[in-house]
């Protein structure tokens, strides 16, 4: 493995080998958000290898879903992965998304919300929230609720095993003190840094999914840091002109970076390892290695805060 692991560590108790360790996927319905490059892509070619019933690799583009079915087709050549098109900055797209898998599916057994944005300039989504929060919470939160009913439908059936896995970071570890303040959810949040706007969107993932598991204990759900992975998020990231910026390129540049096959392991993981090891409402760093998290993001009246004020939001645009 790449890198210096005293100051990038890993745990691999698991000694976690995707291919050895996911089982036959033939009766499972998949799907990746942010399917087409890094850890998302990485994760895609990994469950496609296991023949799943049906894997769909969603991307905001036909032309980025064809560009990286070059990388899948040529792992599992027989693999059945469709085109899912979606937005998350968009409630129309995530809508017409879900309508897409209801309308073609009886079952819904895995949801891996992977895709995100990290170290955009003040922006806010279609919706009007900040870029980070409406993209990799507001999105995901409306595209899972949207989805409920039918992995609801599929955790009734005998021998099923449904799973939600929201990817966060230990980003969510720098959001501010005072977080999801609702005039400032509906900003760009200009004048603050997109590091810690980044790290109120990443807190949201661990406490949603929290809130999800204890709503909905039938499903396992989960959220998890994939470490630090040389992806196009990285490069996003580092995009940025800042001190914080160059310290962090310096310090991976010591410390080394994962994979992106090896950013995936945590969430193959917690999507196919054996359910009655998987902590239901936990967050996971790589690989498999159960983490507290942050101090706020293991507060339950917070958690409880953020669901409400998700819930009235997606209720005030017409997705009751």
């Given at each position: 493995m790449?890198?210096?692991?005293?100051?990038?560590?890993?745990?691999?108790?698991?000694?976690?080998?995707p291919?050895k360790?996911?089982?036959?996927?033939?009766?499972?319905?998949?799907?990746v958000?942010?399917?087409n490059?890094?850890?998302?892509?990485?994760?895609?070619i990994?469950?496609?290898?296991?023949?799943?019933?049906?894997l769909?690799?969603?991307?905001?583009?036909?032309?980025?879903?064809?560009?990286?079915?070059?990388?899948?087709?040529?792992?599992?050549?027989?693999?059945?992965?469709?085109?899912?098109?979606?937005?998350?900055?968009?409630?129309?797209?995530?809508?017409?998304?879900?309508?897409?898998?209801?309308?073609?599916?009886?079952?819904?057994?895995?949801?891996?919300?992977?895709?995100?944005?990290?170290?955009?300039?003040p922006?806010?989504?279609?919706?009007?929230?900040?870029?980070?929060?409406g993209?990799?919470?507001?999105?995901?939160?409306?595209?899972?609720?949207?989805?409920?009913?039918?992995?609801?439908?599929?955790?009734?059936?005998?021998?099923?095993?449904v799973?939600i896995?929201?990817?966060?970071?230990?980003?969510?570890?720098?959001?501010?003190?005072?977080?999801?303040?609702?005039?400032?959810?509906?900003?760009?949040?200009?004048?603050?840094?997109?590091?810690?706007?980044?790290?109120?969107?990443?807190?949201?993932?661990?406490?949603?999914?929290?809130?999800l598991?204890?709503?909905?204990?039938?499903?396992?759900?989960?959220?998890?840091?994939?470490?630090?992975?040389a992806?196009?998020?990285?490069?996003?990231?580092f995009?940025?002109?800042?001190?914080?910026?160059?310290?962090?390129?310096?310090?991976?540049?010591?410390?080394?970076?994962?994979?992106?096959?090896q950013?995936?392991?945590?969430?193959?993981?917690?999507?196919?390892?054996?359910?009655d090891?998987?902590?239901?409402?936990?967050?996971?760093?790589?690989?498999?290695?159960?983490?507290?998290?942050?101090?706020?993001?293991?507060?339950?009246?917070l958690?409880?805060?953020?669901?409400?004020?998700?819930?009235?939001?997606?209720?005030?645009h017409?997705?009751?």
């Open positions: 790449p890198g210096n692991f005293l100051l990038n560590p890993v745990d691999d108790k698991y000694h976690y080998n291919q360790h996911i089982p036959d996927l033939s009766s499972k319905v998949i799907v958000t942010g399917g490059n890094g850890v998302g892509k990485a994760t895609v990994e469950l496609a290898k296991h023949n799943p019933q049906r769909y690799l969603a991307a905001r583009s036909q032309a980025k879903y064809d560009e990286a079915m070059t990388d899948v087709r040529a792992a599992a050549p027989n693999a059945n992965v469709a085109f899912l098109e979606l937005d998350l900055a968009s409630f129309v797209s995530v809508k017409k998304a879900a309508d897409q898998i209801l309308a073609t599916n009886d079952r819904l057994d895995i949801l891996i919300n992977n895709a995100g944005v990290m170290g955009l300039p922006a806010q989504t279609k919706e009007g929230y900040e870029i980070h929060f993209t990799n919470h507001m999105g995901h939160a409306l595209l899972t609720k949207l989805l409920l009913p039918l992995l609801l439908k599929t955790a009734e059936k005998p021998g099923s095993d799973r896995l929201n990817l966060s970071s230990e980003g969510h570890k720098i959001a501010a003190k005072q977080v999801f303040v609702p005039d400032q959810l509906s900003s760009s949040m200009s004048d603050t840094h997109s590091y810690v706007r980044y790290g109120q969107s990443k807190l949201a993932n661990v406490l949603f999914s929290r809130e598991a204890r709503r909905y204990p039938q499903i396992l759900t989960t959220a998890v840091h994939p470490g630090r992975v992806t196009p998020l990285l490069d996003q990231m995009a940025t002109k800042s001190f914080t910026t160059y310290f962090q390129k310096s310090f991976d540049a010591l410390a080394g970076v994962l994979t992106p096959v950013g995936a392991y945590t969430s193959l993981f917690a999507a196919t390892w054996k359910r090891e998987v902590q239901n409402g936990a967050y996971y760093a790589p690989f498999g290695k159960l983490n507290a998290g942050s101090k706020p993001s293991q507060d339950v009246e958690a409880k805060s953020l669901w409400d004020y998700t819930e009235e939001e997606i209720k005030k017409g997705y009751a």
